[in-house]
């Protein structure tokens, strides 16, 4: 059985947020065993498993990746929309906007430290949708 | 249900390409709900959802990945099969080579401005081959 | 059909391991066509498809990527659990914990050089666990 659902987050700004209860708040009821599939609708925005505990991993995530992938490379040419622009259509393929996780006993099977982070590689408070799938 | 299908992608060179339609043209009917995974069966080659408008945007990914992972670094031992060799390989797991993809109301259901990108990381015109596997 | 097991792979050691009989070996009988998700359930190891013959290759995925994201860092707030660790949590994002393989004829469809890579991203033989999830 498919079960979808498409869901707007809340407006959270750059950087990269720990968002698991925010998905699972929306979640139908989930089956015994299955898989749920996450794909985030934009192209400057990203969605990956990680450390669910100290934050200052999200922010050492933002540090590190803006040197690894920066604004203002001289090669790049798609400069018309934002000097955050090009380095966040990067940052999306290289983070990934799309991710499954396991179903097991009706809850998310995540190890112990994982959590769903949600990344805004844009400046500003935008309104970023998601495609819930579950299937079992 | 499953069904799936094997396809080869015309010879496109290396860079980073639109497959969309050709992607699309080339499965079954689709199911009202359900998904689509899509593996690129080579390990110098890599698939990804990104911007489907503006074609700088495909052409800064080949400028700056070749910045982020270069040819020629001294570090590399595997040279025997040319020098773009051993960055496509790290190239194909940094951007991934297989992605999944909701279908909904028997479409793709993805945003506006996403598309699927084949990323050819190797010089040449190359036969690549896909596999398309719906579940629904 | 949904199928499931938790697995625990044998200490590995830090670096890029070819997994795909370990995997193997662990699954049921596949079906005729169908899809295998694989978790990786920590935040600091990683799974990938790459090249399944030249050894050569996972040492230059262990020396390029520690160079791309290396340790020590001046950016690095999270160091408290060791150098290795915040670079650890960085690579399991940008190589990714979890992938899906087709299954086709009751076997897993890659490549005829794709093998399945377990990236071990810190230091020190850990006791590793992967969910397999297989649906038909």
């Known amino acids: 059985m498919i079960q979808q659902v498409e869901i707007t987050l809340p407006r959270l700004g750059r950087g990269y947020h720990l968002v698991t209860s925010n998905i699972e708040r929306e979640l139908p009821d989930l089956p015994e065993k299955g898989l749920l599939h996450i794909l985030v609708k934009h192209t400057s925005a990203g969605i990956t498993l990680n450390e ?3 934050p200052t991993v999200r922010g050492d995530f933002e540090s590190f ?3 690894m992938i920066p604004e ?4 790049y040419e798609h400069t018309l929309e934002g000097l955050d622009d090009m380095p966040a259509h990067l940052k999306a393929s290289v983070i990934g906007a799309e991710i499954t996780v396991p179903i097991t006993n009706s809850r998310l099977n995540l190890g112990t430290w994982q959590g769903i982070y949600f990344c ?7 309104s970023r949708k998601l495609v819930l799938t579950v299937y079992s």
């Open 65 to 67: 990746i803006n040197k």
């Open 52 to 54: 669910n505990a100290d």
């Open 72 to 75: 203002n490379d001289p090669v």
């Open 120 to 126: 805004e590689f844009r400046n500003g408070k935008r």
